[in-house]
C-alpha cells in the first residue's frame, strides 16, 4: 500500500509539473507575441519626425536585445524563481515541523535577508537599466560605420572609428562589470544566511536530543544543508525578474508612441476614380517638423489646375521638400488645410492619399530582391506593362542584356546598380503606377545632363495630362513649366510662368542669370 501511495504522489506530481510547465510557457509565448506584436504595429505607425529624432541604435536594441530578453531569458526566469521560492518555502515548513524552535529565528533571519534582497535588487536594476542605455550607441555606432566604410576609409579614419567604438564598449562596461561585482556582493551574504539557518537547525537539534525523533532531526539538518542554494538562487531570480523586466518596460514605451494618422477611415474613403482633375490647393497652409520648431512653410495659399506643371524653385531651406512631405501627410498641417479634387486630405486615410500620389524621390530606393519586384511589388501589372514601363525610362536595353531580365537580384540599397539607374527605376515605377498627380524632388540631381533631358521628355509625354510638382535643381528642366512657384523661408514669393517671373526681374530672374539661363 505504502508503495502505491508512493507512486501515486509521484505520477501527481508529474502530471502537476506538467501543467504548470505548459500554462507557463503558453502564458510566456502568448505575453511575448503580443508585445512583439504591439511593438511593430506601433512602429509601422510611427511619424517620421519619430525616426529623425530617434538613433536607429535604440529602435534595433527594442527589437534584438529587448525581445531576445522576452522571448528567453524572462520565462526560465519566473519558472527558476517559482521553484526556488517554492523549495525554500518547504526546507523551513520542514525544519519548523522536526524543531518548533526554529520558528524563534525565522523572523530576524527573514528581515536580514529582506534588506540584503532589496538592497542588491535596486542596484541591480539601475545598473541593468544602464546597461541597456549604454548598448544602443555600440548598435549605432556598428551601424553607421558600415555604411559609411568608403568614406572612413578614404579620409584614412580607421584608428579613429575603432577608438569611438572602444570608448563605447568601455562605457558599456562600466554599467555591467559593476553589476557581476554586485552579484558576488550578494552571494557573500545569501551564504552567510543560509549558514545561519544551518547552524540553528543542527543547535535546536543537539538541544532538544532527547525530546526529538533522531529521523525527523536528520531530515531536518540536511534539508537546511540545501537551503543556501534555494536562497541564493531564490534572490538572483527575483533581482533577473526585475531587472529583465525592465525589458518589457522599454518595449512597451515604444510601443506607445505617438501615431500617425489611421491609415484607412472607412467613412471617409474617397471614390476609386479621385482624383479624377488633379486639382491641388494650399488654403493658408502652415507647418512645422516637430512641436515647439519654427514653421517650414508659413500661411501657404495657391492653387493648381490639373494638369498644370509647376517647377518649385528656391534657396536651401526655403521649404520646397517640406511641401511634397506635406503632400504625403508625412508632416502634418500646424494650420490651414490642402484639398485635392476638392477632398480635404487630412479627413482621408493616409494609405487611400498616398496610393494616389508619386513620388520620384533625390534619393533611389530601391529593396533586396529582383527588379520586377522592386518595379511591381504588388504584382498589379503583367509583364508587358513593366516592359513598356522600362522601354519608357531608357532601362530596357540595360536589362536586356542581363541574363536574368527582370529577376535580376538587386542588392541592399540597389548598390549593384549605379545611382542613374537607380534613378531610371523609380522612373520606371512612376510610369507603371501613373498617377494624376507626380511629385520629383530633385530627382535628376545624380544624372548627367544627356539623361537628364531623356527623362524630362518621357515626363511631358507620359504625364502630359498630369498635374506635376517639380523641385528643380536645374532650371533649364522647368523653363516651359506652365508656372512656377518660388519660395522664401516657408512663403510664396513669385507665383507665375517663367516668362513674366523673367520680365519682372525678382528672385528667379537671379537665380536664372545665376544659372548662365539669361542675361
Excluded at 35 to 43: Q, R, W
Excluded at 193 to 202: R, T
Excluded at 272 to 284: A, M, T
Excluded at 434 to 448: G, M, S, V
Aim: net charge neutral; charged share 20%.
Amino acid at each position: 500500500m505504502r508503495v502505491g501511495v508512493y507512486a501515486a504522489l509521484g505520477i501527481t506530481q508529474g502530471i502537476l509539473v506538467m501543467v504548470s510547465s505548459f500554462t507557463l510557457a503558453m502564458g510566456n509565448i502568448g505575453a511575448a507575441r503580443k508585445l512583439h506584436y504591439a511593438l511593430l504595429d506601433n512602429k509601422f505607425h510611427t511619424p517620421q519626425s519619430f525616426f529623425d529624432t530617434t538613433p536607429i541604435g535604440r529602435v534595433i536594441n527594442r527589437f534584438s536585445k529587448d525581445i531576445y530578453v522576452i522571448d528567453e531569458a524572462l520565462p526560465s526566469t519566473v519558472l527558476m524563481f517559482l521553484g526556488t521560492f517554492f523549495s525554500s518555502l518547504s526546507t523551513m515548513i520542514v525544519i519548523v515541523a522536526s524543531t518548533p524552535i526554529f520558528a524563534v529565528v525565522i523572523a530576524p533571519l527573514t528581515f536580514i535577508y529582506v534588506f540584503v534582497q532589496r538592497f542588491y535588487v535596486a542596484t541591480s536594476r539601475q545598473l541593468k537599466r544602464l546597461e541597456s542605455v549604454t548598448r544602443s550607441p555600440i548598435y549605432s555606432h556598428f551601424s553607421e560605420t558600415v555604411t559609411g566604410s568608403s568614406v572612413i576609409r578614404a579620409y584614412g579614419r580607421r584608428d579613429a572609428f575603432v577608438l569611438m567604438s572602444d570608448v563605447k564598449v568601455d562605457d558599456n562596461q562600466k554599467s555591467y562589470y559593476p553589476g557581476i561585482v554586485a552579484n558576488r556582493w550578494l552571494g557573500v551574504r545569501i551564504e552567510f544566511i543560509g549558514n545561519c539557518i544551518v547552524l540553528f537547525a543542527a543547535l535546536f537539534a543537539v538541544i532538544g536530543k532527547d525530546n526529538l525523533n533522531p529521523g525527523l532531526v536528520g531530515l531536518s539538518v540536511s534539508y537546511a544543508l540545501l537551503v543556501t542554494m534555494s536562497l541564493n538562487w531564490m534572490v538572483r531570480m527575483t533581482s533577473d525578474l526585475e531587472s529583465n523586466i525592465v525589458a518589457v518596460e522599454r518595449v512597451k514605451e515604444y510601443s506607445e508612441t505617438k501615431t500617425e494618422a489611421p491609415w484607412e477611415v472607412e467613412d471617409k474613403k474617397p471614390s476609386p476614380d479621385w482624383p479624377s482633375q488633379g486639382k491641388v490647393e494650399f488654403l493658408d497652409y502652415s507647418v512645422r517638423y516637430r512641436e515647439g520648431l519654427d514653421l517650414v512653410l508659413k500661411n501657404l495659399t495657391l492653387s493648381v489646375v490639373g494638369g498644370e506643371k509647376i517647377g518649385i524653385v528656391g534657396r536651401t531651406g526655403a521649404g520646397k521638400s517640406s511641401m511634397t512631405l506635406c503632400l504625403f501627410r508625412l508632416l502634418e498641417a500646424a494650420g490651414g488645410e490642402i484639398t485635392i479634387d476638392g477632398v480635404k486630405i487630412s479627413e482621408i486615410g493616409l494609405h487611400d492619399l498616398r496610393s494616389k500620389l508619386t513620388i520620384i524621390p533625390q534619393e533611389p530606393v530601391l529593396f533586396s530582391g529582383s527588379l520586377r519586384m522592386n518595379l511591381d511589388p504588388f504584382e498589379k501589372y503583367n509583364d508587358g506593362e513593366v516592359w513598356k514601363a522600362l522601354e519608357l525610362s531608357h532601362l530596357n536595353k540595360f536589362v536586356s542584356n542581363q541574363p536574368a531580365k527582370l529577376e535580376l537580384e538587386c542588392s541592399e540599397g540597389g548598390e549593384n546598380l549605379s545611382v542613374g539607374q537607380r534613378q531610371l527605376v523609380c522612373l520606371a515605377r512612376a510610369l507603371l503606377r501613373k498617377t494624376r498627380i507626380l511629385i520629383l524632388d530633385e530627382a535628376t540631381a545624380a544624372i548627367d545632363l544627356e539623361t537628364d533631358d531623356l527623362i524630362q521628355s518621357t515626363i511631358r509625354t507620359q504625364f502630359e495630362d498630369c498635374t506635376v510638382f517639380t523641385i528643380a535643381h536645374r532650371l533649364n528642366t522647368i523653363m516651359d513649366y506652365t508656372r512656377v512657384l518660388v519660395l522664401d523661408k516657408g512663403q510664396v514669393a513669385e507665383f507665375d510662368t517663367p516668362s513674366k517671373l523673367l520680365s519682372k526681374r525678382g528672385i528667379f530672374y537671379g537665380m536664372a542669370k545665376d544659372a548662365g539661363l539669361t542675361q
